[in-house]
């Protein structure tokens, strides 16, 4: 099992990284959250996990050891493999899939490419009782199921009203809740305006 991978990063792909490691340039499919983060040029270490089929060898890497967590309780779900769980990733943020888990909302998960309502479904009950208290910590800063997900009441009508201007534009519910969700998370004192303007640049 290969843990982790400390490399300089030499390409950055529109889904993987080129980590050059000594001699060897190695490619590790990454979300998206990742990939943006990396910088040419610089070191990095990623957090890995090797898929190995018959026909091919691919290790998957998240500068966040958490993503590595939640990634791996993923594919334990029937039904979902590597890439989806890789897709889930890249289109939902670490918290609204976790808080989509705690919280029963298929919708939510329903936002990525390739998640129909039974997968989400799947997802949610193998995972209810299951998610890491590592995980559960990164919603609610406890490490308990209690009000996970939920935004903090002082900013709870500023993001609700980011989420309602956003659906009046025409957006998905499910993907404005997720992003208005890691936004509020990320920028606790922001208003519904500067939700608004950070959502925007993020989904066009």
């Known amino acids: ?64 050891a958490s993503l590595l967590t939640l990634f791996r309780a993923l594919i334990g779900v029937s039904g979902v493999g590597p890439k989806l769980a890789l897709a889930v990733l890249s289109h939902l943020p670490r918290n609204a899939i976790i808080t989509a888990v705690v919280n029963d909302d298929p919708a939510l998960l329903s936002a990525a490419p390739g998640v129909g309502k039974r997968t989400a479904e799947r997802i949610i009950l193998d995972l209810n009782s299951r998610l890491p208290e590592a995980l559960l910590s990164h919603v609610d800063g406890g490490g308990t199921t209690e009000g996970a997900g939920k935004v903090p009441g002082t900013l709870a009508g500023e993001a609700r009203d980011a989420i309602d201007a956003l659906m009046a534009l025409g957006y998905r519910e499910a993907t404005v809740k997720a992003t208005i969700s890691e936004l509020a998370d990320a920028h606790p004192d922001a208003n519904a305006e500067t939700l608004i303007r950070k959502a925007l640049a993020q989904l066009r």
Do not use: C, N, Q
Not at 10 to 37: D, F, K, N, Q
């Open 1 to 64: 099992m290969i843990a982790f991978l400390d490399g300089i990063t030499e390409e950055v792909r529109e889904t993987s990284l080129v980590v050059r490691a000594g001699a060897w340039g190695i490619e590790v499919l990454a979300p998206t959250a990742t990939v943006s983060r990396a910088k040419v040029g610089e070191p990095i270490r990623l957090h890995t996990h090797l898929a190995v089929r018959e026909d091919a060898f691919t290790l998957y890497g998240f500068d966040d």
